[in-house]
């Protein structure tokens, strides 16, 4: 998994980040705070997307 880092990435990276987080989710509760900030930010995307499929479906 990828930690966070000080270093600055570039788009493209970004992009492959949001891709491994979304291939690789886990519920909230499991996360570990020391991923990267891209790929917590995607998997809360996910929980939101995931939320309202939800409330639509409900």
Not at 9 to 24: G, M, Q, S
Not at 31 to 55: C, F, G, Q, Y
């Amino acid at each position: 998994m990828v930690t966070f880092t000080d270093q600055s990435i570039d788009f493209i990276e970004e992009l492959r980040l949001r891709r491994w987080a979304r291939e690789n989710y886990v519920p909230s509760a499991e996360r570990d705070a020391t991923w990267h900030p891209i790929v917590l930010d995607e998997m809360s995307r996910k929980d939101a997307e995931r939320n309202t499929v939800a409330a639509l479906a409900g």
